[in-house]
């Protein structure tokens, strides 16, 4: 399995069961207020934290879940880990070789409920050019409408096994073992707006 699933977000999970659900048509990824953040274990003790942007995403959103689908794209220049020296290390071709492979990209094949606003998302994931099965657990923390537009808050998370894609660099410890984690603990925060030539359409779960 090259994708354990993780609940990274804790705290909205109590939030996820409560009101309507998304309703059907095409949803567009606000890729201005959508993000990807990445987190490994470092030195033993401490962890590092990096953030990417989301370049493009579509979420076609059926009248069931096996209907729907999920395509993104993320930006691997834009990583981001507050630090210069160490970003410009992550996007070498030792790591995330950006300037061959300067985008990741998701597609789903099976979206599964959970339960209510709560989904199990199947599907394959490319970093590398290296192509993999994923699963992803993902949750709705918020729906409402802005300017008359339907808009919604989708949070997913997942443990990806680094090396599975191509990812290998590390170091040894002086004091034993070695400074990278095998694991890229995943967060996905993103925000979606229906699309306008369907905003008026009626929801069944509403």
């Known amino acids: 399995m090259v994708l354990r699933t993780q609940g990274i977000a804790e705290p909205a999970l109590g939030r996820a069961t409560a009101g309507p659900e998304p309703a059907p048509g095409r949803w567009d990824i606000d890729v201005e207020r959508s993000r990807v953040q990445v987190t490994i274990r470092h030195a033993l003790l401490s962890k590092v ?12 959103v059926g009248t069931d879940p096996p209907r729907w689908q999920v395509r993104a794209t993320i930006d691997m220049r834009s990583v981001d880990s507050g630090d210069p020296r160490r970003d410009g290390h992550l996007r070498s071709e030792g790591y995330l070789d950006v300037e061959h492979f300067p985008v990741a990209s998701f597609e789903s094949s099976e979206v599964t409920a959970v339960e209510r606003r709560r989904w199990r998302l199947s599907g394959a994931l490319t970093v590398r050019d290296v192509t993999r099965p994923v699963v992803l657990t993902a949750h709705l923390e918020d729906l409402g409408a802005v300017g008359g537009r339907q808009r919604a808050t989708v949070v997913a998370s997942a443990e990806l096994e680094r090396r599975q894609f191509g990812i290998s660099w590390n170091q040894a410890l002086e004091a034993g073992g070695l400074l ?3 694991t890229l603990s995943v967060q996905l925060v993103i925000e979606a707006w229906r699309a306008e030539s369907q905003a008026a359409s009626p929801s069944p779960w509403q």
């Not at 934290?49 to 493009?56: F, I, W, Y």
């Open 49 to 60: 934290s990096a953030t990417l942007s989301v370049a493009h995403g579509t979420i076609e």
């Open 180 to 182: 990278l984690g095998p």
